[in-house]
């Protein structure tokens, strides 16, 4: 009798623990999803053109602001300034050490 009650015992905490770990696991795998999470695309070409519509140079500025757009997957809102809204699109420099993006 006291066998018996000793092996239902110890099946209970055997179940509790494969339960526990169980849960453990899904928490882990939960938490990789969201740092991995998709961040939607940027519609470069839209952002950069209400971006360079006051540019005297268009097609140059379009196709500048594209290239970091693309690099970024970021434009900064309104057609000058607002950079640190995009640091990465503010650290682009050319060779020479000028901003790339307009």
Known sequence: MAIS??????????SLLVVHLVEADNQVVNKDATKS???PKLDC????EARCRLASR???C???CGTCCARCNCAPPG???????CPCYF???THGGKRKCP
């Open 37 to 39: 999470s998709y961040t």
């Open 91 to 93: 650290a682009m420099t």
């Open 79 to 85: 057609t000058s300034g607002n950079l640190e809204l």
């Open 62 to 64: 379009k196709r500048a």
């Open 45 to 48: 070409g839209a952002a950069c």
């Open 58 to 60: 268009q097609k140059i």
């Open 5 to 14: 009650k000793l092996i239902l015992v110890a099946m209970v905490f055997f």
